[in-house]
């Protein structure tokens, strides 16, 4: 494996994504504390996200309203705006790519760039292209923080070090010192659980994980991962390994507080699927199970169930349905449902699926597929939800499978 002896990637995180798009949108919310929140309809919910002024004042991320409020009695809250972050995260990326190829989008708010021989030896001027690109063509108001190293892993702990608008070089003839000052926690790949490991092993600090040898940090994690990211902070150039086959398609959508009755659960479970289908029929994928969870405080409930290889809008809700039968037969009446969330799994292709006899010769099979490939040309024709199999009912803050998340970039179709 080869040792850059040169810096060869950047890793770009922008500061405070969702609410500093929000302010470079509303020029009225610059300068100020603000928070994102999921709905704006009750108080009883969390700030989502914050502004560089709320998190000097100490509001944090998954913060309760209320204790927001307290600490930041002039925090402006926000609903978020799903499809507003979609935009702008397309905006930016095409300006960034205007100064180097991007390499790998790793969330709405992170990616990565290799650089050719010439700009490793000049990360500087690179980060400042991009600051000032972004300055001039989309807002002061969103700034980003960049990393820069050897390989992409060390790079994403760089980028981290000095936020919010930083620039961190760490050139490989700088190594070890400068990652030896770091925290272990903040190695991406020790998460709590590992990092619990780590301390049992009595590895507190990470000049003890930096001395260990791939052996020993292949046997502490239980597998290869460990050996890799021995590799990776020893400034290797070692290549993330190729994501596994997708796993599930699936959505969940918290409720608004007075909206979380089993009958509006299950509505909105019916969208929160034909979504999920939509997306596994695009990647000509088929399920062979589905799971459907309702969660409301303590109280957690789930079935699952087995298919055989479906993908149409039809046998998608009839198994939703037949979940929901039971849900309804043996929860109490008022049960309440904060969190409902559907997946689609044990997915497979579609021209390998092993059909049951049963199902193979059953004559509607065929005419529902069609109707669901006609319903998807036509929706994707119009952009919008206009042809569903029932009626086509969003819960109030809408946007059924366009909730914000850091780890997928919705697409335009999760907005109908
Ligand atoms: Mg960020």
Not at 56 to 83: F, H, T, W, Y
Not at 328 to 354: I, N, W, Y
Request: hydrophobic share 40%; net charge positive.
């Amino acid at each position: 494996m080869r040792q850059p002896s040169q810096i060869e990637y950047l890793y770009l995180d922008f500061d405070g994504f969702f609410a500093s798009v929000e302010q470079q949108a509303r020029p009225a919310l610059r300068g100020h504390p603000v928070g994102v929140i999921p709905f704006d309809t009750t108080s009883h919910t969390c700030v989502i996200a914050c502004s560089k002024e709320a998190k000097k004042r100490g509001v944090k991320n998954v913060m309760p309203i209320e204790q927001a409020k307290a600490i930041c009695p002039d925090l402006i809250l926000v609903p978020q705006s799903p499809d507003l972050y979609r935009r702008a995260h397309n905006a930016l990326c095409a300006e960034i790519s205007a100064v180097l190829p991007i390499q790998a989008i790793k969330s709405i708010d992170e990616l990565t760039c290799r650089l050719d021989e010439r700009d490793g030896q000049n990360p500087t001027a690179i980060a400042n292209q991009i600051k000032t690109r972004l300055r001039e063509n989309i807002g002061t108001s969103i700034t980003c923080s960049i990393g820069f190293a050897a390989n992409r892993q060390l790079a994403k702990m760089a980028c981290k070090i000095d936020k919010p608008n930083g620039i961190t070089i760490w050139h490989p003839k700088d190594m070890p010192t400068a990652l030896l000052s770091q925290p272990i926690e903040d190695v991406p790949g020790i998460g709590k659980r590992m990092h619990k490991r780590l301390m049992r092993a009595g590895i507190f600090s990470m000049t003890q994980l930096w001395h260990l040898d791939p052996k020993q940090m292949r046997k502490l994690w239980g597998n290869v991962t460990g050996e890799r990211l021995w590799y990776a902070l020893h400034g290797f150039d070692i290549h993330a390994q190729p994501s596994s086959k997708r796993a599930m398609f699936g959505h969940s959508r918290v409720l608004p507080p007075d909206y979380r009755t089993l009958k509006n659960a299950r509505e909105c479970s019916r969208l929160l699927l034909v979504k999920a289908a939509r997306r596994m029929r695009r990647a000509k994928l088929c399920a062979g199970s589905m799971f459907l969870t309702l969660r409301h405080h303590e109280f957690r409930w789930g079935k699952q169930i087995s298919l055989h290889g479906i993908q149409d809008d039809q046998a998608c809700l009839n198994s939703l349905d037949y979940m929901w039968d039971i849900a309804m037969a043996t929860l109490p009446k008022h049960q309440k449902a904060k969190l409902v969330a559907v997946a689609l799994f044990d997915l497979g292709s579609c021209d390998e699926r092993q059909l049951d006899m049963f199902v193979d010769q059953d004559p509607m099979r065929e005419k529902w597929e069609t109707i669901a490939s006609l319903t998807d040309r036509l929706n994707n024709k119009y952009g919008r939800t206009v042809l569903s199999l029932g009626a086509w009912r969003p819960p109030p803050g809408g946007y059924a499978g366009g909730k914000i998340s850091y780890t997928r970039i919705p697409s335009m179709e999760d907005f109908w």
